[in-house]
């Protein structure tokens, strides 16, 4: 999945909780924490495997169901010891957005579901060596772009345009949180 797909998945869903628990806009602070957890897994994967070869994968430890539940109890718990709740939310539901988004997104693309391998260090999933990160990542868009030219591809931007478009409406109305840190940092200094 594309960082935009789990960054737009992981504030609708922190968007929503906000609202239904707390009646409110997500704020600045745990709308950054949503953008890093959603990122989190491919950050700690992708670099160690593909860039430093310690991972057999781009889908390993950080992307296991074990690592983001029991990574996320420990944010979450912290946080609350820091009286700052909300954003150790904000990172859990963004990180743990990105697994199950993980596991769906093959069959979008006309794949099989495969769950081992976010079973990490119960099943470990090794990946085919194409060089580094930069290579990695050629292959991975050259093959999602020639998806995207077939009948189902065009399907699957369609609904992407609807996800980025119906997040975008919602981070709008929120009052586009993250975005608000500069206009307050000028209104400190004048």
């Not at 990490?120 to 995207?148: E, H, K, M, Q, S």
Request: glycine residues 10%.
């Amino acid at each position: 999945m594309w960082p935009w797909e789990h960054l737009a998945i992981g504030y609708l869903l922190y968007s929503g909780y906000v609202h239904f628990t707390n009646s409110e806009s997500p704020t600045t602070g745990p709308a950054l924490l949503v953008v890093l957890g959603t990122q989190f897994p491919d950050l700690v994967d992708k670099t160690l495997a593909w860039t430093f070869t310690i991972f057999p994968s781009g889908v390993s430890v950080a992307h296991s169901v074990f690592t983001a539940a029991g990574l996320s109890a420990c944010v979450v718990l912290l946080a609350r010891r820091l009286e700052h709740r909300q954003l150790g939310i904000a990172f859990a539901i963004g990180y743990l957005s990105h697994i199950p988004a993980d596991m769906v997104y093959p069959v979008f693309l006309g794949g099989r579901l495969n769950l081992g391998a976010f079973f990490w260090p119960l099943v470990t999933a090794a990946g085919p060596a194409r060089g580094g990160f930069l290579a990695n990542f050629a292959y991975y868009a050259v093959r999602f772009l020639a998806f995207l030219g077939t009948p189902r591809g065009i399907l699957f931007l369609v609904l992407e345009i609807a996800l980025l478009g119906t997040t975008a409406v919602v981070w709008i109305l929120d009052g586009h949180p993250g975005f608000d840190v500069p206009s307050r940092f000028n209104s400190e200094i004048t």
